[in-house]
């Protein structure tokens, strides 16, 4: 059993930044691959980004390359999503995710969720 709690978010204007953090307890965090999903009211879940067990393997959305960047503190069992030059189009709920999987970006994969923070970007 794993516990995903989410933090960090709230309201920015487009080109701000905001680092959002997901803090895990229950089985070893060290031992889970991570990643970060978004949603928005009537679409489905949006893979965001993923981080391997070590942090040495990550993997990023189309539209959030070059913008986001996933990294995990191990020591503190949190995980993290610094993102830059934010736009109105990154407004979504954003959840962190737990899996047995070394990395991945399939929802399937991910065995433990977090209740989501709310991201809003507007002027």
């Known amino acids: 059993q794993v516990q995903l709690v989410e933090s960090g978010g709230g309201l920015v204007q487009p080109g701000g930044s905001l680092r959002l953090s997901c803090a895990a307890s229950?089985?070893?965090?060290?031992?889970?691959?991570m990643a970060w999903f978004r949603q928005t009211p009537g679409k489905e879940r949006e893979f965001v980004a993923a981080?391997?067990?070590?942090?040495?393997?990550?993997d990023y959305g189309d539209s959030v390359r070059g913008r986001f960047t996933i990294s995990r503190d191990n020591r503190k069992n949190t995980l993290f999503l610094q993102m830059n030059s934010l736009k109105v189009e990154d407004t979504a709920v954003y959840f962190c995710a737990a899996s047995r999987a070394p990395i991945g970006r399939l929802e399937g994969e991910f065995d433990y969720w977090g209740q989501g923070t709310q991201v809003t970007v507007s002027s």
């Open positions: 981080i391997d067990k070590s942090g040495g393997l990550t």
């Open positions: 229950g089985r070893t965090f060290s031992d889970s691959g």
